[in-house]
């Protein structure tokens, strides 16, 4: 098993829906959680960065972290076109910093 | 405030040649990682600098790839002899510090014939 899970899609949402990605992880020492979104043929991008269990909201883009559960969540409002790409999920733990990225979710939003 | 700068940004070779990538980082960032990413996968860590010293190298195959990171800035990834396996993208990323956020560079899309 994989110490962070993530669904790869693809996801396919039509333009201006609310887009809700996850994942899971098995690692209780993390406390560190971090989504990237990745365009084809790029570099990862950071889009938000958490620490522990909470909510934390950037613009369109609301992560959430839920630590009893062992489970990060991104949502999207207001999709849009640009916001096709492929979504990463990241953790860590303080000490290590190593980051552990799940496989990527590939999002697709339809004009 | 320039990224990190990666080069070349695609390379192909043919199995058991050499290959080398190289990585600027950010500005003042003293911690520098490369990763590897296979198709339809996250990246994994090869390996962690701080400044000059190599300070996780657990998941880097030491028979056929080596690194090094000469001034605490730049930094060179090798792999000789390539095989098939290897292709893959090499992403380099910088951060601060070992807590910083991470900063991702394009990254090398590596294909070996």
């Known amino acids: 098993q994989k110490e962070v899970e993530q669904d790869p ?9 609310i887009v809700s990605l996850n994942c899971t992880y098995s690692n ?21 960065y958490t620490y522990s269990s ?16 062992k489970y990060i969540s991104l949502f999207i ?15 860590t733990t303080s000490g290590t910093y190593k980051y552990i990225f799940g496989t990527g979710t590939r999002l697709k939003v339809l004009a | 405030e320039a990224g990190v700068v990666q080069s070349p940004r695609y390379k192909i070779i043919e199995k058991k040649q050499p290959v080398a990538f190289w990585c ?19 990246p994994e860590l090869l ?18 790839f080596s690194a090094e990171r000469l001034k605490g800035v730049d930094s060179t990834l090798k792999i000789q002899p390539a095989e098939l396996g290897d292709s893959a993208v090499y992403l380099c ?18 294909t070996v014939l």
Not at chain 1, 80 to 91: E, G, I, K
Not at chain 2, 24 to 42: A, C, E, F, M, R
Not at chain 2, 48 to 56: I, L, S
Not at chain 2, 93 to 110: D, W
């Open chain 1, 9 to 17: 899609g693809p996801l396919s949402v039509p333009e201006g829906a």
């Open chain 1, 28 to 48: 209780s020492a993390f406390q560190y959680f971090m989504w990237y979104r990745q365009y084809s043929r790029k570099g990862p991008e950071l889009l938000m």
């Open chain 1, 54 to 69: 909470g909510n934390k909201e950037d613009g369109r883009f609301t992560a959430q972290v839920d630590k009893s559960s």
């Open chain 1, 77 to 91: 409002r207001d999709s849009q076109p640009s916001d096709s790409a492929t979504y990463l999920c990241a953790s």
């Open chain 2, 24 to 42: 600027n980082p950010i500005s003042g960032h003293n911690t520098l990682y490369w990763y590897l990413q296979n198709l339809g996968q996250g």
């Open chain 2, 47 to 64: 390996i962690r600098y701080e400044n000059e010293e190599a300070v996780d190298d657990s998941q880097l195959p030491k028979d056929r």
């Open chain 2, 93 to 110: 990323a910088s951060s601060l510090s070992p807590e910083g956020t991470q900063y991702f560079g394009p990254g090398t899309r590596l």
